[in-house]
């Protein structure tokens, strides 16, 4: 079985450097190195660094590549403007998700415009499949699955951009949030957009695969009297948890449509015709489908995905996508699809924590936010 | 009260009893360093009732870290005569001595023979290094 799996660049790094590794949609990835709660510690705190080069990464070039994208994304793309980046969803043509991606509209050195998807790693194939009938309705668009020839590295925290002096030129250190650019770093070609999924400010980079463990010892030696952290997969879990972002496979999936998830916003039904788009304008009505929430727990034990959100009458009115032990808020949170009647703000209810009530309350998402002045 | 591993028996799962050389016939028992270290992070314990029953191999509680929980085994058949609830409130301290500080629960043993068939400390190392 491990024979199979993929290893991403950086894969020797992880290795010599203590990694708890692990499959993560079919690759050998890092879970954690020191521990998950000082590697999410750090990355609020300071600077962490993370192997992504899981996530797929998707190019689409020509002069009609932003009509198909936005015949396939829930978000607008014809008038995405270079540089900018947007969250969108992909969905079917029921208005169920398909996965949550990145478009970025982007500058080659060459000056000439394409567009960057950045898809889930677990979705990948399934979304590279699915693209191919409407690829073939576009045959003047030029993809690319350029994965494996590239590697991703996020830089996050509120050091992330002073670490990452020494090796980016200032234009990519002042890119605005969600603004993304192609650049160099050490003279050797480089995709920084300043997004990331762990609520803090920060980067990710794009580059060549043979390129990335030397970015990644450069940020962490500029790191490390700022007390920059290798983090892995478990920390970047509890980090986009608290942050309230969801998660494909958890928060989100095909059975699941973006206005009950709390993501209307990456919908624009508006004068465009898209995959999903006729389902998704009744959706964007219904008020009877379980709504996504944000849960604080008492005690210490968290509540893990599948339990059951029970209210005042013992009676199940939905269960936990996501759940963790918080280590910045020192109490256990979670996400929850919960029927309209419970997924109310305030409202008191238990979780069936493997067959013990644990009190719980419905609470704005996110749980955290980074503060303005980092 | 001075435990070390090398004194110990062990379940493959991790979990240590220490039977004092005493007619007592009463097993501390813990989990290892090793458990604590592959866990990290703990953050809560789930402990029984004094004067429950457990069975050798039966679930006596669970460990939670921020990552996942997992259930604790004990290693022998008996009663809970004494649980270490102020540990629940101090489960770093298994990360410093998970023997003589990090004991978990006393049980009365109603068979110790079951003792013979834990593993020793040799035994227990060698498959740790797996």
């Not at chain 1, 604080?296 to 009458?313: H, I, K, M, P």
């Amino acid at each position: 079985m491990s024979s199979q799996l993929a290893a991403t660049p950086l894969h020797a790094w992880h290795q010599a450097h203590g990694a708890r590794m692990a499959e993560f949609a079919n690759y050998e990835m890092p879970i954690q190195y020191s521990g998950i709660v000082a590697e999410h510690l750090a990355t609020r705190n300071a600077i962490g660094v993370f192997d992504i080069s899981h996530m797929g990464r998707l190019r689409f070039d020509g002069p009609r590549a932003d009509q198909l994208l936005d015949h396939l994304l829930t978000r607008r793309v014809v008038d995405m403007q270079t540089g900018q980046v947007r969250y969108s969803l992909v969905c079917n043509e029921e208005g169920g998700i398909l996965d949550d991606v990145l478009v970025s509209c982007l500058e080659s050195p060459s000056g000439k415009n394409y567009f960057l998807l950045v898809v889930n790693a677990s979705n990948r194939a399934k979304i590279v499949q699915w693209l191919k009938p409407h690829l073939a309705d576009f045959p003047d668009v030029e993809f690319h699955d350029v994965t494996d020839a590239t590697a991703m590295i996020a830089v996050q925290g509120p050091k992330a951009i002073e670490a990452c002096k020494p090796l980016l030129p200032a234009s990519a250190l002042t890119l605005g949030y969600y603004r993304a650019k192609v650049t160099e770093q050490m003279s050797k070609p480089c995709i920084v957009s300043r997004t990331g999924y762990t609520g803090e400010d920060g980067l990710e980079l794009i580059m060549k695969a043979e390129d990335a463990p030397r970015v990644w010892e450069n940020i962490m030696m500029a790191g490390r009297e700022m007390g920059v952290r290798a983090v892995g997969l478990g920390a970047r879990d509890t980090l986009r948890l608290e942050a309230g972002m969801p998660l494909y496979g958890h928060e989100l999936d095909e059975s699941i449509d973006p206005y009950q998830a709390g993501l209307g916003f990456a919908c624009n039904l508006k004068d465009r015709i898209f995959v999903g788009k006729e389902s998704l304008e009744q959706k964007s009505k219904d008020q009877t489908l379980p709504k996504r929430v944000g849960l604080v727990l008492e005690g210490r034990r968290a509540a893990r995905q599948g339990a059951n959100v029970l209210d005042a009458d013992s009676r199940i009115v939905g269960q936990v996508t996501s759940g963790s032990f918080s280590p910045t808020l020192d109490k256990p949170i979670a996400m929850a699809y919960l029927a309209p009647e419970a997924a109310v703000l305030g409202m008191a209810l238990d979780i069936d924590i493997r067959g013990t009530k644990v009190s719980a309350s419905v609470v704005p998402l996110p749980f955290y936010k980074k503060s303005s002045q980092s | 009260m001075s435990i070390t591993p090398e004194k110990l028996r062990y379940l493959n799962s991790h979990e240590w009893a220490y039977v004092a050389d005493d007619s007592s016939g009463i097993a501390t028992i813990g989990i290892s360093a090793f458990a604590v270290e592959e866990l990290t992070d703990l953050v809560f314990m789930a402990l029984p009732k004094v004067g429950q029953t457990l069975k050798a191999g039966s679930e006596f509680g669970e460990v939670e870290s921020v990552k996942a929980v997992s259930p604790m085994y004990s290693p022998v058949s008996g009663t809970v005569v004494e649980i270490h609830s102020a540990l629940v409130d101090k489960l770093e301290s298994l990360s410093v001595d998970p023997y003589s500080e990090g004991w978990i629960i006393k049980v009365k043993m109603s068979d110790p023979s079951e003792l013979a068939g834990l593993l020793d400390w040799e035994a227990y190392k060698k498959q740790c290094s797996h």
